[in-house]
């Protein structure tokens, strides 16, 4: 029988003599000399056959001893923090890269705009990352971060409202478009409109920083799971059927196969073996790369079927190199710029994303704080939401000065917490610098843009399904009364058929005979609320949620809420069941 862990050593709550300050740095330089200068500081005893050796499916499950749980400031071996920290880079890289490669294609920017994009969202993601992890104390009880491993990306909720704000911009003839004699629009480039996203947004963030001084209690009472599961599930189907499966088949921007124009093939008629969309070679790549995701079922199978795609896509000559040669070899944030400007029919769907991303946080927060063994109540941990919470605000801001749509917590590592048993800050700083160095190194950006639309496509496809699946699993774990049952059936009949029927809300107003300036910013705002499937049903759930009387008593054929922990919700493992041999196993089973 394996070893099995030791208990925590119990801590004295005797009151520590103060250290005065030239011993504390003399310690500490005696300690990071040791770090760096020993085996023992290098690798320690960790056993890293563990950490890189694979499970195999159907093999046998010997005898083995876990390693141990590295805890948040725990003392780390350097290269298992960097290990670690890398496989945390590695798991953001897709979450990273898709929503600038995704929002470069709606607006239809030029290649160096689109890799600097992409390199601007790994620094900006890298920095902000690390001030979540550094946890700055503020005044009083209020802090700047979670001082948990917790990292930040772009929203994909960000990308579905995104895309209303930009089709109502080509409507308006804010952007350029062209329209041919057979009827197909082509849309032209349109930076201007991403700088009307990153005003807006860096306008709405003041709502999240007000939103972190409300207390935790509260906040969760808005926005129980019967709310946040209904946006999640929202966010996820939208971004399949408008980005994944778009991609998938070629591109967006030849997705209604004109006639004519350099967008008759995918992804343009200059691109190397190009076809039209939809053509069955397109939807060959992309169903390899999902193959493959589907294969490797853990890990990093996201960033693998990404590379599986683009080999064979290489190999039959559907990668174009271009965006490699362009690419500068060293770049950094405000290398481009964009005009910064507030577009007023945005604020009201930007601050429902801010809602929106302020519910995602505390469900992030959780999870994070429950894998990283430590507490999920009480003042410490209502201080962890607080700061993270402000943290996804000042960062909003922070993020739109750096060229960046709102940086917001990522929940994706929580499961490279749990495989790696290792939740310590050191491996979060070195998550952070690979992020940081792979986006100053521009050619890693151009390589990102040369992935082929079908293989992009297979993957996010995926990628955005998980965001729905996350959405149903919160919604599992919800009571089914009637007050809930009738809640959620009202949130989806919007949600749902916004998504089914995306020009619902589109000739509302109509009707309307010259409206003022001021009025058609109006309609145009409510338009784009009611036309994104999230932000509808989000709104419907939360106002139903607040006005409905909770005094309903649950009926006698309610399933018993679930025994076992789901590993997706709490991914965190409670018993060391891998130390158990196979023998054993049986034996539990058979008594």
């Known amino acids: 029988m394996a070893e099995q862990e030791q208990p925590p050593t119990v801590v004295s709550s005797e009151p520590t003599p103060k250290v005065p300050m030239g011993t504390r740095i003399s310690n500490k330089a005696r300690h990071l000399v040791t770090k760096v200068t020993t085996r ?4 320690g005893d960790y056993d890293f056959g563990w950490l890189c050796m694979p499970t195999l499916p159907y093999g ?5 001893k876990l390693p141990p749980f590295y805890g948040l400031d725990d003392d780390i071996p350097l290269l298992l923090a960097m290990v670690c920290g890398f496989q945390h880079a590695l798991a953001m890289l897709a979450g990273l890269i898709t929503p600038p490669i995704i929002f470069s294609s709606a607006l239809s920017l030029d290649a160096s705009t689109s890799s600097y994009l992409i390199s601007s969202s790994l620094i900006g993601c890298g920095i902000l990352s690390a001030v979540q992890m550094a946890r700055i104390p503020l005044w009083g009880r209020y802090y700047w971060g979670t001082g948990l491993l917790t ?3 772009i929203s994909f909720a960000t990308l579905s409202t995104g895309f209303s704000i930009f089709n109502s911009l080509y409507a308006d003839g804010t952007c350029p478009s062209t329209t041919s004699a057979t009827g197909t629009v082509t849309r032209g480039p349109c930076p201007d409109a991403y700088g009307m996203l990153l005003g807006t947004s ?4 003041l709502l999240n920083m007000g939103l972190s001084f409300a207390p935790a209690k509260t906040l969760k009472r808005i926005f129980p799971p019967v709310v946040t599961g209904t946006v999640i599930v929202m966010i996820g189907a939208s971004l399949v059927g408008e980005s994944g499966v778009v991609n998938w088949g070629g591109g967006s921007a030849c997705h209604e196969r004109p006639a004519d124009g350099i967008f008759r093939l995918c992804p343009t008629i200059f691109a190397p073996r190009a076809a039209p969309w939809g053509s069955a070679q397109y939807i060959g790549l992309g169903f390899l790369s999902f193959v493959t995701i589907l294969f490797l079922y853990r890990g990093f199978r996201i960033i693998v079927g990404l590379i599986v795609g683009c080999i064979v896509a290489g190999a039959t ?7 490699i040669k362009t690419s500068p070899a060293i770049t950094f944030v405000w290398v481009h710029t964009f005009k910064l400007k507030i577009h007023p029919p945005a604020i009201l769907p930007m601050l429902a994303v801010y809602i929106s991303l302020a519910m995602e946080a505390i469900g992030d927060i959780t999870a994070s704080a429950e894998v990283s063994r430590v ?3 009480g003042y410490e941990f209502d201080t962890r939401i607080q700061g993270g919470v402000l943290g996804d605000g000042i960062g909003g801001l922070l993020s739109g000065l750096m060229t960046n749509p709102p940086l917001s917590i990522f929940a994706q590592n929580n499961g490279v917490i749990a495989i790696t048993r290792c939740a310590n800050r050191k491996a979060g700083w070195w998550c952070c610098s690979f992020l940081i160095l792979f986006g100053i190194l521009g050619k890693i950006s151009g390589v990102f843009l040369s992935i082929p639309n079908p293989v992009l496509g297979g993957v996010t496809t995926f990628l955005f399904a998980t965001v729905m699946t996350s959405g149903i699993r919160v919604l599992s774990y919800i009571t089914w009364s009637r007050r809930n049952r009738f ?3 009202a949130a989806m009949s919007f949600g749902v058929g916004n998504l089914l029927a995306p020009t619902w809300y589109t000739f509302l107003f109509e009707g309307v005979d010259n409206p003022s300036p001021g009025l058609r910013g109006l309609f145009d705002s409510i338009t784009i609320v009611l036309s994104t499937p999230f932000l509808s049903a989000g709104i419907v759930s939360v106002l139903l949620n607040l ?8 009926p006698k054929d309610q399933p018993p809420e679930p025994t076992e922990h789901d590993i997706e919700a709490h991914p965190i493992v409670h018993h060391d069941t891998e130390s158990i041999s196979s023998d054993e196993k049986k034996r539990k089973e058979s008594a």
Do not use: F, H
């Open 547 to 554: 006005i409905l009387p909770d005094n309903e008593v649950v």
């Open 40 to 43: 023992d500081g290098w690798v």
């Open 202 to 205: 860096m306008l709405c963030s």
């Open 60 to 64: 046998k499950a010997g005898a083995r």
């Open 375 to 377: 507490a999920v109540e």
């Open 151 to 153: 990292v930040v990306g």
């Open 487 to 489: 809640t959620l059936a």
């Open 317 to 323: 000559g559907y990668i174009d190199g271009s965006p």
